[in-house]
């Protein structure tokens, strides 16, 4: 046990109470200064003052978009159906380019995070099929890490994208690969890189949507969003400091999602958060139809709220009665304060 | 002039002095120019930044949380964001967000805060460096004012100033001692004194840790303490050669102890007005208890060298005063500006006091010894000085 000192001896007493006439003389002091502060308020320098009680969370200010290279007010809708043709047997074929590049993403308005990216940005593009559809992706590795691309879905050992099983599962600095497969099952899908550490590499930015229609189709909506939840790990201690959707924390809150009283919304919501266990969503003022992992035309569930695992993913649909602004935000209201947070601006 | 008389035999300061004198301070200058520009032929360029901040002071008021910030690091930072409980907080820094080395700043955040509970707030810089700052009960921080200076004058009077009074109302009954139990008395005193230091020091020791490594808490230890220790005994040996008297000399000694303890004393408001402050610790009446028990011990230390003279009560008065009386102005300090710097400082200055005391009174003993020997009494006085304040430690913690 440490020697104690004068000093030890005066940090007991922070468990005693408050008993002398001079602790006593401070503690009504308090409340008088309180007072006082409420009539002196005006002089002092609040511009983001939200009535009497503090600001809510959120950043000040804006990234820089045109530098990051995307705007995830862009991202919400930005499917990329690839480069179309028709094969000698009738089946069409879709082909990607994808690079995998080292960049610095400004997540939070003056921090920039050393992300690795699918080109350039996070989330990387939504590919976006429709079942039975050739894919062929044009993988090339830009960076100065080996990378891979591993997709969920049904397709051939070479094609997995992880180490061991081919050239396609470590794509060293420099070098290419293609990956070809067919793109079943319908349903909603992602794509990471698999290269090991794991973690890290997904962490970085390595991650994007593929999304596969079943070929009737989904019934149609007003309007299809994209919307992948992320976290950001700045500091590189494994533990995540921000929270987004679409990569950029608080980006939906400063920037409303804007729909309409009676639109048919449909959201492909797909989780890839590391290093903390669950994620959420929760709806405000509504409730939508949950299909997981998009792979049923069939609801599973009438919910206002649905939580998910690592590279869970479902479809959520639903239609506002009322126009007003409505939170969406994860459930776990601790990611909502660090960044994953937004609004739908409803309008009549 | 007329004068002629040139004194070869004596050195002078020529110019040709100056210039050899100069000439390693240029050389110097060169290769710190040629270092800087060229590298020096070393990768000096730093991987990742090296940064620093400490948070010096936060004011909590009316949904108003503010963090005083100083740059210890060894180049510029920028401020980009401040997480509090968890949740990112929008946030001012004035007078700007990007800090100069050793510069300072000030973060504002409207941040609706519950009496006392706990926050734990993190700040990134531009590259991604979390800093962190604890506040372990939240309540508003007292704001200079007629009453709250009157709390903290309460809080010195009770750790400073009654101790050593009290102590001093020993003085009458001290007074018919024998001569032997006087010497005890003050070999008593030396041990009080020399575990008082070793407290004082390591007092300072455990706050420097709290001072910015760019002004070396422990550099600034050594240089109060042995700055005071040198001091004082200039001062008491410039004073033997003017006063033979030896009454005078052991009041001189007196008051050199007061000075000492006053700087002790200091230093220990400091400290506790700050920790008061920033809700480390809240006196209960146990504490003040406990540390009046602890410090009549001081008052006792002043008296001890002047029992066999008849100093007036104004001033043993003005001593216990000297003694005593900087507690109050170092609640002051503390509570409103709390310096880990100047606590440390003081307990540095208060250190070098008390052992310079020491090594007087050893002087004072060394006469009395002379006279009629009492190693016995020498040693077992030192033991029960320091042991008084051991045990009342051990009853008090």
């Avoid at chain 1, 035309?297 to 649909?317: C, K, V, Y």
């Avoid at chain 2, 009074?165 to 018919?176: D, K, N, S, T």
């Avoid at chain 2, 041990?191 to 002004?215: N, Q, W």
């Avoid at chain 2, 060394?366 to 304040?389: H, W, Y």
């Amino acid at each position: 046990m440490k020697p104690l000192s004068r000093r030890d001896f005066l940090k007991v007493g922070g468990l005693a109470f408050l008993g002398t006439a001079g602790a006593t003389a401070l503690t009504q002091q308090t409340k008088h200064d309180h007072v006082h502060e409420n009539n002196s308020n005006e002089h002092a320098s609040h511009t983001m003052q939200q009535g009497d009680h503090g600001d809510l969370p959120g950043t000040v200010g804006e990234v820089d978009h045109e530098k990051n290279g995307f705007n995830p007010s862009d991202t919400l809708t930005d499917f990329d159906y690839g480069e179309v043709s028709t094969l000698p047997n009738g089946q069409t074929l879709r082909e990607y380019k994808i690079v995998a590049l080292n960049k610095n993403i400004e997540v939070i308005p003056g921090i920039e995070f050393p992300a690795w990216t699918y080109n350039g940005r996070i989330p990387g593009p939504t590919l976006r099929a429709t079942e039975g559809d050739r894919i062929r992706i044009n993988f090339s590795n830009g960076s100065n890490h080996p990378h891979s691309m591993h997709f969920h879905g049904f397709h051939p050992g070479e094609m997995d994208g992880v180490p061991g099983t081919g050239p396609g599962g470590l794509v060293e600095p420099g070098g290419n690969f293609m990956y070809e497969f067919d793109a079943e099952p319908f349903g909603l899908h992602l794509y990471h890189c698999h290269v090991f550490p794991l973690a890290r590499h997904i962490a970085k930015g390595l991650y994007g949507t593929f999304i596969v229609d079943p070929k009737e189709g989904r019934p149609p909506v007003d309007q299809e969003l994209i919307m992948m939840m992320n976290g950001i790990d700045v500091d590189f201690d494994d533990a995540n400091d921000f929270y987004a959707v679409n990569g950029i924390p608080f980006h939906y809150q400063n920037h409303p999602i804007q729909i309409r009283v009676g639109e048919k919304i449909r959201i492909y919501l797909v989780n890839i958060l590391e290093f903390d266990l669950i994620n959420s969503f929760h709806l405000h003022a509504n409730f939508f139809n949950y299909y997981p992992t998009g792979t049923s035309l069939t609801p599973s569930e009438f919910t206002d709220t649905i939580i998910q695992g690592q590279a869970q993913r479902g479809i959520l649909e639903f239609t506002y009665k009322y126009p007003g602004m409505y939170m969406f935000h994860a459930h776990v209201t601790e990611f909502a304060e660090l960044g994953w947070n937004g609004m739908f601006e409803v309008m009549a | 002039m007329t004068q002629s008389t040139v004194q070869p035999t004596t050195k002078r300061f020529t110019f040709r002095t100056f210039v050899l004198l100069l000439i390693p301070i240029i050389l110097l200058a060169g290769v710190i120019a040629l270092f800087l520009y060229t590298g020096g032929g070393l990768r000096l360029d730093s991987p990742a930044p090296v940064e620093n901040l400490d948070v010096e002071k936060y004011i909590l008021k009316h949904n108003n949380i503010d963090l005083y910030i100083r740059n210890t690091g060894p180049e510029e930072l920028t401020i980009a964001s401040v997480i509090i409980n968890e949740a990112v907080m929008p946030f001012e820094v004035m007078p700007s967000p990007t800090i100069s080395r050793l510069g300072r700043a000030q973060i504002h955040v409207n941040y609706a805060w519950t009496q006392g509970e706990a926050y734990g707030i993190t700040i990134f810089t531009s590259n991604s460096i979390p800093f962190s700052v604890d506040i372990p009960v939240a309540f508003e921080t007292p704001q200079p004012s007629g009453r709250t200076f009157w709390g903290f004058t309460l809080i010195g009077l009770y750790v400073g100033v009654i101790p050593v009074f009290l102590g001093i109302f020993w003085f009458p009954a001290l007074r018919q001692l024998g001569r032997r139990t006087m010497t005890f008395l003050m070999a008593a005193t030396a041990g009080l004194l020399i575990f008082l230091g070793l407290d004082t020091i390591a007092e300072a020791l455990e706050v420097a840790a709290k001072v910015p490594s760019a002004f070396q808490g422990i550099g600034l230890i050594g240089i109060g303490a042995v700055a005071t220790f040198l001091l004082l005994d200039a001062i008491s040996k410039s004073q033997t050669e003017i006063k033979g008297s030896e009454s005078e000399r052991r009041l001189a000694i007196a008051l050199m102890i007061a000075i000492g303890i006053g700087f002790h004393n200091l230093g220990e408001g400091l400290a506790i007005g700050a920790a008061y402050n920033v809700g480390e610790i809240a006196l209960g009446t146990f504490l003040v208890v406990g540390f009046i028990i602890q410090n009549i011990t001081e008052g006792l230390g002043i008296i001890a060298p002047v029992l066999r003279d008849r100093p007036t009560i104004g001033r043993l008065a003005l001593m216990g005063l000297i003694g005593g009386g900087p507690a109050i102005i170092g609640a002051w300090i503390g509570g409103y500006t709390p310096s880990p710097f100047l606590a440390v400082l003081f307990l540095a200055i208060g250190a070098g006091a008390i052992f310079e005391v020491v090594y007087e009174i050893t002087k004072l003993i060394q006469k009395d010894t002379a006279r009629e020997s009492m190693p016995m009494i020498v040693f077992s006085g030192v033991l029960t000085g320091m042991l008084l304040l051991w045990v009342t430690g051990l009853l008090i913690k």
